[in-house]
């Protein structure tokens, strides 16, 4: 038995018992998160996967894509980053580690300055084939600001000096950043405008990986890179060795193991060298990864059932969980992992009657969040979520019952303790509980209509309300366009079921500060949904209408947190947590929703991607006698 | 007849221009959202927006960007002629895709075709001259099923039955003719059969009843009194003449056909125009949607086409000026 | 007022007194054929009915006969406005309704019914008989009990007032007939059109029908407008008979006028080919004319008939004379009381040898 | 003495419908003779389409038939089907009522003609080819070699009729059966085609049964004449038999229903009421309830046709002195009347 396969076991073990504790907070699914029979796992096969739709937000160009399966794939098998994470499920996937760096850095300067060291003998794969330098990270720092390549969470390194996101004009590779210094090939050094505590975990988000510019220079068009990604990690996108980089851009053909709308292919990368890695961070057991498109989810399914694929990225239907949960061999095959996602009702706060802070907090003690639960497929779909924050991302603390400042009896809401919060607002002049005014009689609520689950809630969320007297009209759009509609600040939507929010990487500042903090208010594309924070400037162009003058802000509490780091910086955004939730209220938050993923009796090694809420590939290993 | 056919391929295109303009206004009048704002990520800049719908060239007013989509369409784009543009989410030209998926499409259809002809027409023609027998009753009631089951449903209980219990056909999915011939005919052997079988039934109620209507024709007498054979009459004066609709039944509904079999291709999971379109639509993607409509259009209107040509062979009596 | 000059020879018998009822002048009607890829040219035009005159006088049933093509349903559909004529004129009751609006048709459309042929195909299978005969007094709001005097209707042209709610698969072809005569004359008008509407009864029956619309027309003083085929038909209801051919009017003259001394050689040709029954012995010198009605998209030149003209070749030795081939013989009076269009008329009780085959 | 061709004794044809069993033909008797032509006449319903369809052996199977139908001294009804399909289009031949709907729209008339050649002859196509111009020129179709090879919408009326009558004539049949063979056609084309067939009977000397609604051409072709009414003959004589001393009232009624070329009648005596149901005819004499001269025995016994004192069998019970002198005041009646 190799020292390599021992170690692997020992962090299987590790890992295995961190989610046990995760998962028992909750008491959900009680599916297990990391499974694996060390006589079993071997290296080779392929790991076969199905999807619905890609659903790339930026057709796979690491500058661009936001799309949290994309960065399972570049993360744990196309692109390395200065730092990454374990690839395992659990707060302890959520820990950096050094992957191109040879280590994780102190900042100097006041916590402005970060210098990095590369290491030795890292290559892009093929046909590249060159080591890696400090220039290709610099490269696509250079389209991060770029204005054409379309860099979708540049905002994130604003705070490089000079570093103007999407903004500056011209080829990326004559861009200037004064912030970022490569004074060496293995060196690269970033200086900040302030200190910013969480800076290096947006040092292992993949649009900072190396990118050649020999290749990429030819696709600096939002996207255009998506077909081309040269490989800095373990695989590569099939077909890759054979893109022609010698006649100039117009000799390059799309790689033809991506085909977006039928699939893409990962194959082993001949230029990666495992002693550059980690087996904690990448074990690489399978020889190849194929994501397949097949649009019918049951169909998708039935395959992981008949061991005809290994796993899926699909959403499971209530009637295929309960399926599952009811048959012991189904069972042992599902995977269920925290999200690191919170799904909400979010009212406007410069729309009456929730322009009114007790009819908010009414609203959060009348919802029955375990009708809502009920509508997801049960426990197993997540714990009930009872403040913004899912606990994985603040160390595990508070957890639902530690922290439950609208608690009611079982989740299931308690009108008694609404009627009273109603009772105190201006909109109940008899104080009789109820909503009595006419803003209340008709208030549009914005739902999905696609798909069954918010179709399910919508009654819930109707017969609450009308039980303070606020008659919800449902408005039902497709997922998309009803995105798009609570995004656009002059609809002026009232309430919505529509929206979750997961986190970018695991610290709460993707959480709570782009959420709430009023710099983020965009009039279109916005996410702070609430407006928390609006300005009367905002408000004017984004062509609000409603009483702005009593939204509140959080930004005095959220600012105060962001220079922080460490256990300091944790509390304060706990304490954020708890301001937004009390004094502001802008959610009535329902659940923290899991990620449910089923794999294939061939499926001999799993584990879950805790960063990206996704497969960790890199950890999968199959046996290929068990395939259909 | 050349320049009725000449006429008609120019009303092909104007056929063509006004779907894709209804098209255009449907995308630009509904209130669904902006495909640069999904392109855009979760937390999309104002500036990134803009950018995107440069890109995309939706910063144009709609009536612009539809005449440059008929510019392209005619003229050609980048990725040459027919030009379909680029697709929003993927950024690959979406004529390749367009090509390829119709080339599944079509493969699909011709093998329902086949199989739908040779269940519906003989079925028919059996349950006419077995009229008001057992078997016109049994073909008759498999008609029935056939036009009232779902293809879903249908499809399923296929998949259920033959791949999964029985296990003598593989799953769902593509696989080309190049690549493995025996695998292509067995994959596709269960989207044929499902998808004809709606068809097939359809055809053999239509044979039934347009041969029932011939053989009460008075030329059929005649052929009759000529003292020809029963066989004779039936074959060659009953069913030359109650061919001839569903000659132009099959014309059309294989140019439908052609524009997609959405529910067929989605149970089954065949990259055809039909998969493609619906991704297309919950994707927001103009350039792709417009570009299947186009195609479908154009079959629909060309088998059409071919139809009429057909029939004036079929029978004399039509003559196009 | 508009009773212009009348250019048709004044044809009367006792039926024909006063003014007109209907005068058609000079009535033409032009079918275009079209072709073109996208623009639709007028290349050539069905001569359908072509510069035809002559008048009804009121009480007076005037037949019309021809084959098939000549153009005599068309002339009918003009008189009702049910077609728009390409040129001419068409005055009923003194006024000239040849241009008038379908809103200003409106009062003369009560004056002006239709009787079809197919009497099945004319009614609407999903009406009672009693709605069928009604709908005119609905369409044109007339006051008063419309369920009475559609009884009253019924029982004049003898149909069982009682099966007022039963349908017209209900009734025999005689009397689905009656049903679409009563409810031509539901709103009493003074011309009714017979478009053959004998021709698809048993001969039984037919008499029944013809008796029916006889009485009618003195009760009620009806103008009839026949147009038949049957050359035995329309001898016998008609007064005055109008003979067409490829569209022109070829003579005309009072009933027993044109079958005992026809002038023109088509309808000597016409009436001969006609079997006798038994009255005749065997007809040995019928006429056979040769081949068949020429296109009217591409009619001959000058008299429309003489490519199969016996008379012409008669008179011409074997050769059709010049004027028949290159000039339309006016209709003009032969005789008192009686117009035909033709260069060489026949004498009256010349009898036309029979022509060989060619 | 002429050769009968087609003797046809106590033929009954019955169809089963859910409303009850239609007679049809309800026990006719005729025979045809080699070059002698027999005018069939009635309105519709009166079976006399009915009766040579079932002589050709063209009606659907679920008609019972009874009877005997002797052509060429072998009885139909006992042959088996394929000696009676090949008797079918070479001893006898049919032509039908609308020459627009009797022949095949989509194949070309000659090909049409050869078809029935090759389905009764051994012989090659162009030798069929030729046989069916040779006909059609002998039809009276000018061209004929171009004609044959158009279809039939390309035909006038009168044409495609010609081509029927060739299609039913090319194999020099004995017998042909005209089932309103000029009932659609204008009258000139009439004239046209009865002086055709006449033509043929006597170039063929064949046997030729007319089937008309038509008195008029009955009168001017045939030889004998059989009325019928409600599925059985009311008479059966010759053409001056029937024509001069009709016996039967419904024959009366007929003659003088029919308006005429020759005179004007100031007033047409119809035959009152309607044709009988043929599933509930009326007792004894079909005709009696429309009858103006029906007495005691009318609605008893059913008159069969025989010889009842005059020259030619009749189904009528009035003695043969009242039928003479009803006939004589009826003609007498119209005689008087102003031409």
């Not at chain 2, 329902?112 to 006419?128: C, E």
């Not at chain 4, 040779?134 to 171009?146: D, I, T, Y």
Request: with cysteine; glycine share 8%.
């Amino acid at each position: 038995m190799s020292k390599k396969r021992y170690l692997g076991l020992g962090a299987l073990v590790l890992v295995f018992a961190l989610i046990a504790a995760a998962c028992g907070g909750g008491g959900g699914g009680g599916g297990t998160s990391a499974q694996g029979n060390a006589g079993n796992v071997k290296k080779g096969g392929t790991f076969r996967v199905a999807t619905e739709d890609f659903g790339f937000t930026g057709a796979f160009d690491p500058t661009d894509e936001y799309l949290g399966e994309a960065w399972g794939m570049y993360t744990n098998m196309l692109v390395r980053t200065l730092l990454t994470y374990k690839h395992t499920a659990g707060p302890a996937g959520n820990v950096l580690v050094p992957d191109l760096a040879t280590s994780v850095p102190q900042p100097t300067d006041g916590g402005k300055t970060y210098t990095f060291h590369l290491k030795n003998g890292i290559k892009f794969g093929p046909p590249v084939n060159r080591e890696i330098t400090s220039k290709d990270i610099l490269y696509a720092f250079q389209r991060i600001a770029c204005k054409t390549c379309g860099a979708e969470y540049g905002f994130y390194y604003s705070v490089i000096k000079g570093l103007k996101p999407g903004a500056m004009p011209g080829d990326p590779g004559k861009i200037k950043i004064p912030g970022i210094e490569t004074p060496d090939d293995k060196t690269i050094v970033f200086h900040l405008t302030q200190p910013t505590g969480d800076f290096l975990y947006r040092l292992a988000m993949p649009a900072t990986g190396p990118i050649p510019q020999e290749v990429a220079h030819c696709f600096t068009k939002a996207g255009d890179y998506g077909r081309y990604v040269i490989s800095s990690g373990p695989y590569m996108i099939a077909g890759s060795d054979k893109l022609n980089i010698k006649n100039g851009c117009s000799g390059m053909k799309p790689i033809s193991g991506y085909q977006p709308s039928k699939e893409l292919d990962f194959v082993r990368n001949p230029n990666y060298d495992p002693s550059t890695d980690s087996p904690d961070v990448r074990a690489n057991y399978v020889d190849g990864v194929t994501i397949t498109i097949d649009t019918n989810t049951k169909d998708i399914w039935n395959k992981v059932q008949q061991n005809a694929l290994d796993g899926e990225i699909s959403h499971i239907q209530p009637d295929t969980l309960a399926q599952y949960q009811s048959n012991p061999d189904l069972k042992k095959n599902l995977h269920i992992n925290s999200g690191d996602r919170t799904w909400y009702i979010t009212m406007n706060l410069t729309q009456p009657p929730f322009d009114d802070i007790h009819v908010r907090k009414a609203m959060n003690y009348v919802i029955d969040k375990q009708a809502l639960r009920k509508a997801w497929g049960g426990p197993a779909s997540g714990d009930i979520a009872t403040h913004i924050m899912p606990p994985t991302m603040t160390g595990g603390h508070p957890t639902a019952a530690e922290y439950d400042p609208y608690k009611t009896p079982n989740d299931q809401g308690d009108v008694q303790k609404a009627m009273a919060e109603m009772k105190q607002s201006k909109y109940d002049t008899n104080h009789d509980g109820k909503c009595d005014a006419s803003v209340c009689k008709r208030v549009l609520f914005l739902n999905r209509g696609d798909n069954p689950t918010w179709t399910n809630m919508e009654p819930t969320v109707v017969a609450d309300a009308k039980k303070i007297g606020i008659n919800l009209v449902p408005r039902e759009l497709a997922t998309s366009a009803a995105y798009t509609t609570l995004q656009t600040v002059n609809k002026n939507i009232p309430i919505s079921l529509v929206p979750g929010w997961g986190k970018d990487y695991p610290d709460p500042y993707t959480f709570v500060y782009t959420l709430f903090h009023s710099s983020s208010i965009l009039c279109q594309g916005n996410v702070n949904y609430s407006l928390v924070g609006l300005t009367p400037s905002q408000a004017k162009e984004c062509g609000v209408k409603g009483d702005i003058s009593n939204v509140p802000s959080a930004d005095k509490e959220l600012d105060k947190c962001e220079p922080l780091t460490g256990d300091q910086r944790t509390q304060c955004w706990v304490a954020a947590d708890k301001f937004i939730m009390e004094d502001i209220v802008p959610w009535v938050p329902y659940l923290w929703s899991s990620v449910i993923q089923a794999t294939s009796d061939a499926v001999t090694n799993f584990d879950f991607d805790q960063f990206s809420g996704t497969w960790a590939y890199s950890k999968i290993a199959v046996d290929p006698s068990k395939q259909q | 007849m050349t320049r009725y056919v000449i006429r008609r391929l120019l009303y092909v295109i104007l056929v063509i221009l006004v779907i894709t303009f209804i098209s255009y206004v449907v995308f630009f009048l509904m209130p669904s959202g902006n495909p640069a704002v999904q392109f855009a990520g979760k937390s999309p800049t104002k500036a990134l927006i803009h950018q995107i719908e440069k890109q995309f060239g939706l910063n144009h007013p709609w009536y612009v960007q539809y005449g440059i989509f008929v510019k392209h369409l005619f003229l050609g784009d980048q990725y040459g002629w027919p030009g379909f543009g680029e697709s929003y989410n993927t950024r690959e030209p979406v004529k390749n895709e367009l090509f390829s998926r119709a080339w599944v499409t079509f493969q699909l259809a011709v093998g329902a075709a086949v199989v739908w002809l040779a269940m519906g027409i003989p079925i028919g023609i059996v349950s006419a001259l077995r009229r008001r027998t057992l078997i016109d009753r049994a073909s008759m009631g498999f008609a029935l099923f056939g036009v009232s089951a779902p293809v879903f449903v249908l499809g399923l209980l296929s998949l259920w039955i033959f791949w999964q219990h029985l296990r003598i056909l593989p799953g769902t999915g593509y696989t080309s003719f190049s690549s493995n011939p025996a695998e292509w005919f067995l994959q596709f052997l269960q989207p044929w059969v499902v998808l004809s079988l709606l068809f097939a039934a359809f055809y053999a109620r239509m044979v039934r009843g347009n041969l029932l209507e011939t053989m009460s024709e008075d030329y059929i007498r005649t052929a009759r009194a000529k003292g020809l054979p029963e066989r004779r009459v039936v074959f060659k004066h009953g069913l030359r003449a109650s061919l001839t609709p569903v000659v132009t039944m099959f014309g059309m509904d294989f140019g439908l056909l052609l524009g997609g079999a959405i529910i067929t291709e989605t149970v089954f999971n065949l990259p055809g125009l039909g998969t493609y379109v619906v991704q297309a639509v919950n994707d927001q993607n103009l350039p792709a949607v417009v570009g299947v409509v186009v195609l479908a259009a154009f079959f629909v209107a060309f088998f059409n086409l071919v139809v009429d040509i057909l029939y004036a062979y079929l029978d004399p009596r039509v003559r196009y000026s | 007022m508009s009773q212009t000059q009348v250019p048709e020879p004044l044809v009367t018998s006792e039926a024909t007194h006063g003014e007109p009822l209907v005068s058609v002048e000079n009535l033409t009607k032009h079918f275009p054929v079209r072709r073109g890829i996208i623009f639709q040219r007028q290349v050539a035009a069905v001569q359908a009915v072509q510069d035809v005159t002559f008048s009804i006088y009121p009480g007076e049933t005037l037949g019309l006969v021809g084959e098939s093509g000549c153009g005599k349903s068309t002339t009918a559909r003009l008189i009702a406005r049910l077609l728009n004529p390409t040129s001419g004129r068409i005055v009923f009751d003194g006024q000239d309704i040849t241009k008038l609006s379908s809103r200003r048709m409106r009062p003369f459309r009560r004056d002006i019914q239709m009787i079809f042929q197919d009497p099945y195909a004319s009614l609407n299978p999903r009406q009672s008989v009693g709605q069928i005969i009604g709908a005119p007094f609905a369409i044109h709001h007339t006051e008063g009990d419309t369920r009475k005097r559609v009884r009253d209707l019924m029982d004049r042209v003898g149909l069982n007032p009682e099966h007022y709610n039963r349908y017209p698969h209900e009734f025999s072809g005689g009397q689905r007939q009656r049903i679409g005569v009563a409810r031509a004359l539901a709103l009493r008008p003074k011309l009714i059109i017979c478009d053959e509407p004998v021709s698809a009864l048993d001969v039984s029956i037919q008499a029944q029908i013809l008796n029916l619309l006889e009485d009618l027309q003195d009760e009620f003083n009806l103008t009839y407008l026949f147009i038949s085929h049957d050359l035995g038909v329309v001898r016998h209801i008609s007064d005055r008979i109008a003979v067409m051919y490829l569209g022109h009017l070829v003579e005309l003259a009072t009933a027993d006028e044109l079958y005992e001394r026809p002038r023109h050689p088509y309808t000597a040709a016409l009436l001969s080919a006609v079997p006798k029954g038994r009255a005749g012995a065997r007809v040995t010198n019928r006429i056979v004319l040769q081949g068949d009605v020429p296109s009217p998209v591409n009619p001959p030149s000058g008299c429309p008939f003489h490519p199969r003209c016996p008379k012409a070749r008669l008179v011409g030795n074997g050769e059709v004379p010049e004027n028949c081939r290159n000039e339309l013989p006016p209709l003009g009076e032969v005789e008192t009381n009686h117009v035909a269009a033709c260069w060489y008329p026949l004498e009256p009780g010349e009898e036309l040898e029979r022509m060989a085959h060619a | 003495m002429a050769e009968t061709l087609l003797e046809v004794k106590d033929l009954k044809v019955q169809f089963d419908t859910p409303d009850g069993v239609v007679k049809a033909v309800d026990g006719v008797s005729f025979t045809v003779e080699r070059g002698q032509t027999l005018g069939v006449v009635g309105e519709s319903g009166s079976g006399k389409s009915v009766t040579f369809m079932t002589v050709m052996g063209l009606i659907a199977g679920n008609a019972r038939i009874s009877g005997e139908i002797i052509f060429e001294g072998r009885d139909l009804l006992k042959l088996p089907p394929a000696e009676v399909r090949a008797i079918r289009g070479d001893g006898m031949g049919m032509v039908f009522q609308d020459p627009m709907t009797s022949l095949h729209p989509m194949y070309r008339v000659g090909d049409q003609i050869v078809e029935a050649i090759r389905a009764h002859r051994d012989i090659d196509r162009k030798e069929a080819w030729d046989m069916a111009v040779e006909m059609l020129r002998k039809v009276g179709l000018p061209r004929p070699e171009e004609r044959a090879k158009d279809y039939p919408h390309e035909y006038s009326g009168g044409m495609r009729q010609r081509a029927m009558i060739a299609m039913a004539m090319v194999l020099n049949p004995d017998l042909l059966i005209a089932d309103e063979p000029t009932t659609a056609l204008d009258v000139t084309v009439q004239a046209q085609i009865l002086e055709l067939m006449e033509q043929l009977k006597s170039e063929y000397n064949c046997g030729v049964v007319l089937i008309t609604h038509d008195l008029g051409v009955v009168a001017d072709v045939s030889q004998k004449v059989m009325v019928m009414y409600a599925g059985r003959a009311a008479e059966y004589g010759t053409r001056d038999q029937v024509f001069n001393t009709p016996l039967h009232p419904y024959t009366w009624g007929l003659l003088e229903s029919i308006p005429t070329v020759e005179r004007r009648v100031e007033r047409l005596v119809p035959i009152e009421g309607t044709p009988p149901s043929l599933i509930n005819p009326p007792r004894g004499c079909a005709f009696h309830p429309r009858c103006p001269h029906r007495f005691e025995p009318c609605d008893g016994e059913r008159p069969e046709l025989e010889m009842r004192g005059g020259d030619h069998p009749d189904a009528c019970y009035l003695a043969i002195e009242d039928k003479r002198r009803l006939w004589a005041e009826r003609e007498q009646r119209r005689q008087k009347e102003p031409a």
